[in-house]
């Protein structure tokens, strides 16, 4: 078949060609907060693995929101790549589920340049990000896969290049977001394009990705676990369509109440569920979401009206605009589009909440 050149694969030749671990400096990887500790590129501690429900520990083992960061004036970047597992959903891009992109500059300066390209059923391989650059220092980040683990990563760099840190996030703290399939960036076509990664490029801030497919239920553990990140800065709670009316009634207050435990002036930001398709059509579905949009709306004005003024509740009625349903994939997951509208608000809702500039 004759493709579009853009379309086809190209294998990185093998001369001129060094590769280095970007666990190495001055490489700095983002989105990790366990792993000089655990040594595995994995969004949870390995000491959870036995006071975490398996689904959980399995997702964590997904790269969601994991950055390489550096600054170099190679003419070309590869990657060489060891997954877990090849691609396997439906409803979501390869290059989503398991591939790297690459952003090319500074702070709110960064530009998409390109996504790894590999062949279907692939668990390993090499791939260019870009090449035929001039020889000019750039700052480079690259994004994880968001569905898929990953066991080894390589940066094949000319042997002649320069390699420096990158430039530093405007604030060492941390932005976690915790919830759903969509927090964990299902269905972008890219991993650059997961809300939380949009946010962090808008911000320059570190944001860690602990969205868990299904699977963000509010639970008490993982409210441990995240109030013991290091340079914890701003939570975002995004979990509410992991779970029932009453699951979020039980779960939302303990989970607030153990972060303030350890966290009393920790900002945090309350967001209720996306609209979906189905909601136009399915009555309990419309009034599901809309129960737990006002629960969680009452619940942050009860606490802030106690004193917790550090406490925001963001709607999700409008977080995917004006025809939201096409905005998704399969009348839930977001688009692209669906994700930038989404980051959008959340962008300057925590600008708003860290009382930041620009």
């Known amino acids: 078949m004759n493709l579009d050149p853009n379309m086809r694969i190209v294998v990185p030749g093998g001369e001129g060609v060094v590769w280095h671990s970007p666990r190495a400096a001055p490489f700095r990887l983002a989105g990790f907060p366990w792993i000089e500790r655990d040594g595995k590129y994995r969004r949870l501690p390995l000491s959870s693995q036995t006071s975490i429900r398996e689904p959980v520990h399995a997702l964590a083992d997904c790269t969601a929101g994991g950055q390489i960061r550096f600054t170099t004036d190679s003419p070309f ?85 320069s390699i420096a840190s990158p430039g530093e996030f405007d604030d060492d703290g941390r932005i976690v977001f915790y919830g759903t399939s969509i927090t964990q960036g299902g269905c972008a076509s890219r991993p650059g394009m997961a809300y939380p990664n949009i946010v962090g490029r808008r911000l320059n801030l570190e944001c860690v990705n602990l969205g868990f497919s299904g699977n963000g239920k509010g639970e008490a553990e993982l409210a441990r676990i995240i109030r013991g990140i290091d340079r914890l800065k701003l939570l975002v709670l995004d979990y509410e369509p992991n779970v029932s009316l009453e699951q979020f009634q039980e779960t939302l207050p303990v989970f607030v109440d153990l972060l303030r435990s350890e966290h009393p002036a920790l900002p945090i930001l309350v967001v209720s569920g996306i609209k979906s398709a189905l909601g136009d059509f399915q009555e309990a579905v419309r009034l599901k979401r809309e129960l737990c949009r006002d629960f ?61 500039k620009g």
Not at 323 to 344: A, I, K, N
């Open 77 to 161: 970047l590869h990657l060489s790549v060891k997954l877990t597992a090849p691609a396997d959903m439906y409803h979501m891009p390869a290059t989503g589920q398991c591939g790297f992109d690459c952003y090319v500059g500074g702070p709110r300066r960064k530009r998409y340049v390109g996504t790894t390209k590999f062949r279907p059923g692939a668990d390993a391989y090499e791939s260019v990000l870009f090449e035929g650059f001039d020889r000019r220092k750039r700052e480079v980040t690259i994004h994880f896969p968001l569905y898929q683990g990953v066991e080894e990563v390589y940066v094949g760099l000319a042997k002649d290049a």
């Open 296 to 356: 969680a709306r009452d619940f942050v004005l009860e606490r802030r009206s106690s004193g917790d003024l550090n406490l925001r509740f963001l709607n999700g009625d409008a977080l995917l605009g004006r025809r939201y349903e096409e905005c998704t994939v399969d009348g839930v997951h977001p688009t692209d589009l669906g994700f930038q509208r989404m980051s959008d608000a959340m962008a300057k809702a925590i600008r708003s909440m860290l009382a930041m």
